[in-house]
């Protein structure tokens, strides 16, 4: 138990130590290929996310000051004429993609710009190109930030209700151990109870075959015969009730020693159980430790 308690602290431990290291978050320019053929998108990792989550989310964000709907063609989806103020006081198209890629997505976006795919490369100067390219990316990078940090929170949230579950099962084992001991004392004492009882029909048989015996041996000599015979038929239902109350009791016994069996086991599988769920609360409490640190280290 203590060997595989110290495993499982151990595992708890790298757990907390790896799997919820705060991840940087860094939005690149790069040409990619999308319906419009080979050209620069915003890409951007968002760490501890689902691509369904945060393409809702995305949609919300780049439709916020429009009526325009959101349409979805294959892994693609686009809106046109939509105001995002952040990065342009006119109209623009809004291209993206988003990818799973084990536990982050990945956030491919197009900015159609009067009508040409945003580059910061672009020699146009009908707008500064690098106060445009600077508030994509703030925007881009604000919208993952914010993504990041609603994941965690969720994280955390189910963490929290985690350890209120953990907690029901160790207080409803802690109460079930509580019953079994209490059944497995009333046990052990009837046990004790009926071997003494057993151990006291034994003697009061052993008296009663010696009884009826006697009467046996004196029927053919007693002077009353009647009266004789009467006795013995009475030490003889005697010693039959005294048999029946001692198969009873070895009945008892035997059902007393099997229920201890029972709840000594039960006993000995729930303290384990506790043991496990304590590892679990334990476990968990650091995951929503590590995750609340996390959480503060996003910027």
């Given at each position: 138990?203590?060997?595989?308690?110290?495993?499982m602290?151990?595992?708890?431990?790298?757990?907390?130590?790896?799997?919820?290291?705060?991840?940087?978050?860094?939005?690149?320019?790069?040409?990619?290929?999308?319906?419009r053929?080979?050209?620069?998108?915003?890409?951007?990792?968002?760490?501890?996310s689902?691509?369904s989550?945060?393409?809702?989310?995305?949609?919300?964000?780049?439709?916020?000051?429009?009526?325009?709907r959101?349409?979805?063609?294959?892994?693609?989806?686009?809106?046109?004429g939509?105001r995002v103020?952040?990065?342009?006081?006119?109209?623009?198209?809004?291209?993206?993609?988003?990818?799973?890629?084990?536990?982050?997505?990945?956030?491919?976006?197009?900015?159609?710009?009067?009508?040409?795919?945003?580059?910061?490369?672009?020699?146009?100067?009908?707008?500064?190109?690098?106060?445009?390219?600077?508030?994509?990316?703030?925007?881009?990078?604000?919208?993952?930030?914010?993504?990041?940090?609603?994941?965690?929170?969720?994280?955390?949230?189910?963490?929290?209700?985690?350890?209120?579950?953990?907690?029901g099962?160790?207080?409803?084992?802690?109460?079930?151990?509580?019953?079994?001991?209490?059944?497995?004392?009333?046990?052990?004492?009837?046990?004790?109870?009926?071997?003494?009882?057993f151990?006291?029909?034994?003697?009061?048989?052993?008296?009663i075959?010696a009884?009826?015996?006697?009467?046996?041996?004196?029927?053919?000599?007693?002077?009353?015969?009647?009266?004789?015979?009467?006795?013995?038929?009475?030490?003889?239902?005697?010693?039959?009730?005294?048999?029946?109350?001692?198969?009873?009791?070895?009945?008892?016994?035997?059902?007393?020693?099997?229920?201890?069996?029972?709840?000594?086991?039960?006993?000995?599988?729930?303290?384990?159980?506790?043991?496990?769920?304590?590892?679990?609360?334990?476990?968990?409490?650091?995951?929503?430790?590590?995750?609340?640190?996390?959480?503060?280290?996003?910027?």
């Amino acid at each position: 138990m203590k060997t595989l308690r110290n495993l499982m602290l151990g595992i708890a431990l790298l757990i907390s130590a790896s799997s919820f290291a705060q991840e940087k978050i860094s939005v690149v320019n790069e040409n990619v290929d999308m319906s419009r053929g080979n050209n620069p998108a915003y890409v951007v990792m968002i760490p501890q996310s689902e691509a369904s989550e945060v393409q809702k989310d995305w949609a919300k964000r780049i439709k916020q000051n429009t009526n325009a709907r959101v349409i979805q063609k294959g892994v693609e989806y686009s809106i046109t004429g939509t105001r995002v103020v952040e990065i342009y006081y006119e109209p623009i198209n809004v291209y993206n993609a988003v990818v799973q890629v084990d536990s982050s997505v990945k956030l491919v976006t197009l900015f159609e710009i009067d009508g040409m795919f945003f580059s910061p490369r672009d020699e146009d100067e009908k707008f500064n190109n690098e106060k445009t390219h600077q508030d994509i990316m703030k925007f881009v990078y604000n919208f993952a930030i914010e993504e990041y940090r609603k994941s965690v929170s969720n994280q955390i949230e189910k963490g929290r209700k985690k350890l209120i579950e953990y907690g029901g099962q160790l207080a409803k084992l802690e109460k079930e151990n509580t019953t079994f001991n209490t059944n497995l004392k009333t046990n052990e004492n009837n046990l004790k109870e009926s071997e003494i009882t057993f151990s006291t029909l034994e003697k009061e048989r052993e008296r009663i075959v010696a009884e009826v015996s006697k009467d046996q041996s004196n029927l053919s000599s007693a002077p009353n015969k009647k009266e004789a015979q009467k006795q013995l038929k009475k030490s003889e239902k005697e010693m039959k009730t005294v048999g029946n109350n001692l198969i009873k009791e070895q009945d008892k016994i035997k059902n007393y020693k099997t229920r201890i069996v029972e709840y000594k086991s039960k006993i000995k599988e729930n303290l384990e159980t506790q043991e496990r769920t304590k590892w679990e609360i334990e476990r968990q409490k650091k995951q929503v430790d590590a995750l609340i640190t996390e959480l503060g280290n996003i910027k």
